[in-house]
């Protein structure tokens, strides 16, 4: 499966972006699909996951009530909306796939899976 990802950019402090995800080569109907992030010097870390065992959301503690993931089977394509974003959430984002059903709590991914390129959002104070 490839993954790409769009929509990022500069915003300030308290500001919005949604960021598009779209998928080709495998459908995602039956998969689960999130986000991930990776800031300036940090390590990647998993935001939120869309399930398709149970059709939940899930999300980490730092985004949540912030960010909602959806999803749009038909046009295999996935977003995340943030809003009232902080300095904090500047990175580069990604959307991800292990191609399973469930998801690892709140992580789309465990130690092997499918990302795009990313999408740089800058947060400026």
């Known amino acids: 499966v490839h993954l790409a990802e769009s929509g990022g950019g500069l915003v300030q402090a308290g500001g919005s972006l949604r960021l598009s995800c779209e998928a080709s080569?495998?459908?995602?109907?039956?998969?689960?699909i999130g986000w991930i992030r990776q800031g300036p010097g940090k390590e990647r870390v998993g935001l939120g996951c869309?399930?398709?065992?149970?059709?939940?959301?899930y999300y980490a503690d730092s985004v949540k009530g912030r960010f909602t993931i959806s999803r749009d089977d038909p046009n295999n394509l996935a977003y995340l909306q943030m809003i009232n974003l902080k300095p904090e959430d500047t990175a580069v984002y990604f959307c991800?796939?292990?191609?399973?059903?469930?998801?690892?709590?709140?992580?789309?991914?465990?130690?092997?899976?499918?990302w795009g390129k990313g999408t740089q959002v800058i947060v400026s104070s």
């Open positions: 080569g495998s459908t995602l109907h039956y998969h689960a």
């Open positions: 869309f399930s398709r065992s149970d059709n939940r959301t």
């Open positions: 991800a796939t292990d191609l399973r059903a469930a998801c690892s709590g709140y992580n789309p991914i465990t130690t092997e899976g499918y």
